[in-house]
T-cell receptor, first 112, second 117 residues
Framework: AQSVTQLGSHVSVSEGALVLLRCNYS??????LFWYVQYPNQGLQLLLK??????LVKGINGFEAEFKKSETSFHLTKPSAHMSDAAEYFC??????????FGTGTSLTVIP | DVKVTQSSRYLVKRTGEKVFLECVQD?????MFWYRQDPGLGLRLIYF???????EKGDIPEGYSVSREKKERFSLILESASTNQTSMYLC????????????????FGDGTRLSIL
C-alpha cells in the first residue's frame, strides 16, 4: 500500500530564509511522487514530480525536492523564501492503480 | 495545457437539498476524481471513474453519488445535503495509466467551496 506523511502542518519562515517541507512515503513499489501547491481558494498546481533515476528534482518557482530511497523521503526545499510562496503544500504518491494518496498538507507562512 | 473546469467556485445550499457539482475536462482523460478537502485532513477521495459509466468508491463515498455519462464530464451528487458536507470539493483528471503516463500528475480544477446551511 502507498501513503505519504507530511511532518508539520504549519511552517513559518522569514522572507529570504530556507524553506524545508518534509514528506515521507511508504510504497511497496518504486514510488511516483509529486509536490503540489495550493494558493487560497484555488485548486492544486503541480510544483514538481519525481522521475526514477534522478534524485534531485527541480520544479517551478525555484523549488526542488530530493528523493532519498534509504530514508523514504522526498522533502521540498527552496533556498530563499518569497512572500508569494505562502500557500498550502501537498505531497502525493501515485498508487499501483489509478489512485493518488495525498498527505495532510503543510501550510507555509512567510514572515516579512 | 489541460483544463479542468468546475462549474461553480462558491455554492450555498440548504439541508436536505439535492446538490450537483459539475466538472469538465478538455484533454480526453479517461480517469476523473472527486475529492473533498478539509483543514487538517488533506484531500480525501470520494469517488473516481476510469471510463464512461464506470465508477469506483473512494475512501468516503457515504452521502454522495456520481455520474459519468460522457468522457469529459464527471458529476458529484449530494443526494440530501447535510451540514457536515460543507467543504471544499476538488475535481481532478488524468490520462489512463500506461507506460507513457506512469508518472503523470493529476490535473485539478479550481475547486467548489460548498456551504450547507
Amino acid at each position: 500500500a502507498q501513503s505519504v506523511t507530511q511532518l508539520g502542518s504549519h511552517v513559518s519562515v522569514s522572507e529570504g530564509a530556507l524553506v524545508l517541507l518534509r514528506c515521507n512515503y511508504s510504497s511497496s513499489v518504486p514510488p511516483y511522487l509529486f509536490w503540489y501547491v495550493q494558493y487560497p481558494n484555488q485548486g492544486l498546481q503541480l510544483l514538481l514530480k519525481y522521475t526514477t533515476g534522478a534524485t534531485l528534482v527541480k520544479g517551478i518557482n525555484g523549488f526542488e525536492a530530493e528523493f532519498k530511497k534509504s530514508e523514504t523521503s522526498f522533502h521540498l526545499t527552496k533556498p530563499s523564501a518569497h512572500m508569494s510562496d505562502a500557500a498550502e503544500y501537498f505531497c502525493a504518491v501515485r498508487g499501483t492503480g489509478n489512485q493518488f494518496y495525498f498527505g495532510t498538507g503543510t501550510s507555509l507562512t512567510v514572515i516579512p | 495545457d489541460v483544463k479542468v473546469t468546475q462549474s461553480s467556485r462558491y455554492l450555498v445550499k440548504r439541508t436536505g437539498e439535492k446538490v450537483f457539482l459539475e466538472c469538465v475536462q478538455d484533454m480526453d482523460h479517461e480517469n476523473m476524481f472527486w475529492y473533498r478537502q478539509d483543514p487538517g485532513l488533506g484531500l480525501r477521495l470520494i469517488y473516481f471513474s476510469y471510463d464512461v459509466k464506470m465508477k469506483e468508491k473512494g475512501d468516503i463515498p457515504e452521502g454522495y453519488s456520481v455520474s459519468r455519462e460522457k468522457k469529459e464530464r464527471f458529476s458529484l451528487i449530494l443526494e440530501s445535503a447535510s451540514t457536515n458536507q460543507t467543504s471544499m470539493y476538488l475535481c481532478a483528471s488524468i490520462k489512463r495509466r500506461d507506460s507513457s503516463a506512469f508518472n503523470q500528475p493529476q490535473h485539478f480544477g479550481d475547486g467548489t467551496r460548498l456551504s450547507i446551511l
